[in-house]
């Protein structure tokens, strides 16, 4: 009898598995972009919390915008939050702090939420979607930390997250409008001197 029940068990577990299971339909990589509202790398930068009932939530510093910066303009802080299911039978992303991850997202209020059937994941392994995504539709903000870039070529003026854009104004700025700005009154002065000693 305790053989029965113990078989019985087995089934019931095995089918409820197999129930509740996250199945996912087989989407292209064109299907995946297209259904995405916003699609970006970066990195986790804190643990998980919970967001609602059967969802969680986590932090992200945003590395590369492919799609989605002018729909989602938050995104171009450098600074993002995701949420997902709590759980990978619920097709949740498993997030992990400090962990790199390519992101296929739906615009929900001030956040935005993805599953493992929108393609999001790891970025390890993703090198094709990369590829595919910079040769379709081209990134649209590459971000940098100013912190790991101080003293190079690039040269963002300040710490903490900077778009490429940004830094390559301000550069400009720093080197061509500042000492224009402050030669201009100088040169101006000069030949102003000259044409009155001529005079």
Known sequence: MKIIFLIIGMIVIGFSGTAFACLCDEWTMEQKINQAEVIFSGTVNEDPWKFSEGHSATSFDVQIVWKGADSFPLI???????????????????FIKDKEYLIYAKIDGNNLQTTICDGSGFLDGKGEDINILDEGIGSTHHFIDARKVKGTVIECGGPGLTSKEQCEYD???RQVILPLGIAAPIVGVSIFLIWRKRK
């Open 76 to 94: 171009q802080n450098g600074h993002v939050t995701v949420v997902t299911a709590q759980t990978s039978t619920a097709c949740g992303v498993n």
């Open 171 to 173: 550069k400009m700025i």
